[in-house]
């Protein structure tokens, strides 16, 4: 009889009930609190701030108290706009030490953006660092401001929040046009537990290479929380955007782990650096946002010497399906469940039973998961309705061999994935459709080679046919970049079905 396509090896280790994700990350017990915590490099062999976990834990304590004198305490929601800077992770830390909820939010945000996410967040105070786009408030720190928050006395210690209490907030694009706060508890850190071995192989004498802005969640996470919570040291470029920087980095700095996305991997394949000499301390690679294309992860394993560990995630709930040391990628798979997950392929027809492994369906995620999110943002129809019974719904659909990897087989329902971003298709024809020239518009995600994949859109004039630069223009006023199309094709008519609704298979299909 065929098994049902459920992983179970039981639970993880209990989080403790009285727990803080700023203490468990920067207030442990390290042997060496001197050993370096962070170096930030403006170019191979140029170490720009050299940290150790002491000199964190000070200056995390220090910008706490400095907030807790602008009257932030638990619970307030602290919205961070900060660049690609060493300030983006004191200040989130700090937020939590004090029991706040710090919000970061993505440097490509434009204003206008932005200004919805304030008035849905109704933020206690606004961290606006140089460059990034933010509207006035009375409420908005600039960098002068900020950067006095560490002049303070340092807060008397870490707050004493509960597991279950906020610990930090991440917007995601919704179904519905609207981002959605996805707000996790504190747990989520202890959570985070599970990736150490079964994706990282993660050791304290790690030197983790995060090719990610320090703003962006995948390296707050990946790339700095993890590293700094098992005593590592984590390794952050802060210098121009080069693709043929990571080797020269790597080798200049030690690095012993490298974690991108597919993205970065395909570019750096690119060009003709020595990937062998570059990466000679490398134990492997870490690649997560989006799927690795088997020939991308061939050609660096070849060039580079060593293997790439892929994990799937989302905002909801972190990374919780990958390949590890101990559990080597099977071509065509996504991973495997994280032992201490609890992991179902529930029938698309409204089931909460399992079905028979090998048989696709809707990927799921126990509520018992401690990195999953408490919830939506003042959503709670939405947040209700992610749930069937026990299960958390991922929005993704895939298939549980008997070895328990996961094939991947894409979203269940329309959201896109534009360089690892989620986006929402609904909030893109949005934009598209304030311009006079659109009446009718559908994105959807087209693979223009092998393995890249951007965002299309396709409309219907109001008259004359706007240009597609004119178009890009138009989208890039309204929209981060990520989120903008790529490509623009004017049609006739868009592609119904009898019901009325749009077919977007026919438009992936569309010449462009």
């Given at each position: 009889?065929?098994?049902?396509?459920?992983?179970?090896?039981?639970?993880?280790?209990?989080?403790?009930?009285?727990?803080?994700?700023?203490?468990?990350?920067?207030?442990?017990?390290?042997?060496?609190?001197?050993?370096?915590?962070?170096?930030?490099?403006?170019?191979?062999?140029?170490?720009?701030?050299?940290?150790?976990?002491?000199?964190?834990?000070?200056?995390?304590?220090?910008?706490?108290?400095?907030?807790?004198?602008?009257?932030?305490?638990?619970?307030?929601?602290?919205?961070?706009?900060?660049?690609?800077?060493?300030?983006?992770?004191?200040?989130?830390?700090?937020?939590?030490?004090?029991?706040?909820?710090?919000?970061?939010?993505?440097?490509?945000?434009?204003?206008?953006?932005?200004?919805?996410?304030?008035?849905?967040?109704?933020?206690?105070?606004?961290?606006?660092?140089?460059?990034?786009?933010?509207?006035?408030?009375?409420?908005?720190?600039?960098?002068?401001?900020?950067?006095?928050?560490?002049?303070?006395?340092?807060?008397?210690?870490?707050?004493?929040?509960?597991?279950?209490?906020?610990?930090?907030?991440?917007?995601?694009?919704?179904?519905?046009?609207?981002?959605?706060?996805?707000?996790?508890?504190?747990?989520?850190?202890?959570?985070?537990?599970?990736?150490?071995?079964?994706?990282?192989?993660?050791?304290?004498?790690?030197?983790?290479?995060?090719?990610?802005?320090?703003?962006?969640?995948?390296?707050?996470?990946?790339?700095?929380?993890?590293?700094?919570?098992?005593?590592?040291?984590?390794?952050?470029?802060?210098?121009?955007?080069?693709?043929?920087?990571?080797?020269?980095?790597?080798?200049?700095?030690?690095?012993?782990?490298?974690?991108?996305?597919?993205?970065?991997?395909?570019?750096?394949?690119?060009?003709?650096?020595?990937?062998?000499?570059?990466?000679?301390?490398?134990?492997?690679?870490?690649?997560?946002?989006?799927?690795?294309?088997?020939?991308?992860?061939?050609?660096?394993?070849?060039?580079?010497?060593?293997?790439?560990?892929?994990?799937?995630?989302?905002?909801?709930?972190?990374?919780?399906?990958?390949?590890s040391p101990g559990s080597p990628p099977v071509p065509g798979r996504a991973g495997r469940p994280?032992?201490?997950?609890?992991?179902?392929i529930l029938p698309d027809d409204g089931g909460e039973a399992p079905v028979p492994r090998g048989e696709p369906g809707r990927l799921a995620v126990s509520r018992r998961?401690?990195?999953?999110?408490?919830?939506?943002?003042?959503?709670?129809?939405?947040?209700?309705?992610?749930?069937?019974?026990?299960?958390?719904?991922?929005?993704?659909?895939?298939?549980?061999?008997?070895?328990?990897?996961?094939?991947?087989?894409?979203?269940?329902?329309?959201?896109?994935?534009?360089?690892?971003?989620?986006?929402?298709?609904?909030?893109?024809?949005?934009?598209?459709?304030?311009?006079?020239?659109?009446?009718?518009?559908?994105?959807?995600?087209?693979?223009?080679?092998?393995?890249?994949?951007?965002?299309?859109?396709?409309?219907?004039?109001?008259?004359?046919?706007?240009?597609?630069?004119?178009?890009?223009?138009?989208?890039?006023?309204?929209?981060?970049?990520?989120?903008?199309?790529?490509?623009?094709?004017?049609?006739?008519?868009?592609?119904?079905?009898?019901?009325?609704?749009?077919?977007?298979?026919?438009?992936?299909?569309?010449?462009?």
């Amino acid at each position: 009889m065929t098994r049902p396509s459920l992983f179970d090896q039981g639970p993880p280790p209990p989080c403790p009930a009285r727990f803080n994700m700023a203490a468990h990350t920067l207030d442990h017990d390290h042997p060496d609190p001197d050993k370096v915590a962070l170096e930030v490099l403006n170019a191979p062999g140029e170490v720009a701030e050299r940290w150790s976990h002491a000199d964190l834990r000070r200056v995390v304590l220090a910008t706490a108290g400095g907030l807790a004198a602008r009257g932030i305490g638990k619970g307030d929601r602290v919205l961070l706009r900060i660049g690609n800077s060493s300030d983006f992770p004191i200040l989130f830390f700090a937020a939590n030490a004090l029991g706040a909820v710090p919000v970061p939010t993505s440097t490509q945000l434009t204003e206008a953006e932005v200004a919805g996410i304030i008035a849905d967040l109704d933020p206690a105070l606004i961290l606006a660092g140089v460059g990034v786009a933010c509207p006035e408030a009375p409420n908005r720190l600039d960098a002068n401001a900020i950067a006095a928050l560490r002049d303070h006395a340092p807060a008397p210690g870490f707050a004493d929040t509960g597991s279950d209490d906020p610990a930090y907030m991440v917007y995601t694009s919704g179904t519905g046009g609207r981002p959605k706060g996805v707000v996790h508890a504190q747990r989520a850190a202890w959570a985070r537990r599970m990736m150490w071995q079964d994706w990282y192989g993660l050791t304290p004498e790690d030197r983790v290479l995060h090719a990610g802005a320090f703003n962006w969640t995948y390296t707050l996470g990946a790339g700095l929380t993890d590293p700094w919570a098992i005593g590592a040291t984590a390794l952050i470029h802060a210098g121009p955007p080069d693709r043929a920087v990571w080797p020269a980095l790597a080798a200049a700095h030690r690095a012993t782990i490298f974690a991108a996305t597919p993205g970065v991997y395909r570019q750096m394949l690119g060009t003709d650096a020595d990937l062998a000499a570059g990466f000679a301390h490398l134990r492997h690679g870490l690649s997560a946002g989006e799927a690795m294309p088997e020939a991308v992860a061939a050609e660096f394993r070849a060039r580079a010497g060593c293997e790439v560990y892929e994990a799937l995630g989302m905002s909801e709930v972190s990374t919780y399906l990958s390949f590890s040391p101990g559990s080597p990628p099977v071509p065509g798979r996504a991973g495997r469940p994280q032992r201490g997950r609890r992991v179902a392929i529930l029938p698309d027809d409204g089931g909460e039973a399992p079905v028979p492994r090998g048989e696709p369906g809707r990927l799921a995620v126990s509520r018992r998961d401690p990195g999953l999110m408490l919830g939506y943002w003042r959503r709670p129809d939405d947040t209700a309705a992610a749930f069937r019974g026990e299960w958390f719904l991922t929005g993704d659909r895939a298939e549980m061999a008997e070895d328990d990897t996961i094939t991947y087989h894409g979203r269940a329902d329309d959201l896109l994935n534009a360089g690892g971003f989620r986006v929402s298709p609904a909030e893109v024809e949005a934009a598209l459709l304030a311009h006079p020239g659109v009446a009718e518009t559908a994105v959807v995600e087209r693979e223009i080679r092998a393995g890249v994949s951007v965002i299309a859109a396709f409309y219907v004039p109001e008259g004359a046919a706007p240009s597609g630069d004119e178009l890009a223009r138009h989208c890039a006023a309204r929209l981060a970049r990520y989120k903008c199309p790529r490509i623009f094709t004017a049609l006739e008519t868009l592609p119904r079905s009898a019901n009325g609704k749009i077919i977007r298979r026919a438009l992936r299909e569309e010449p462009a």
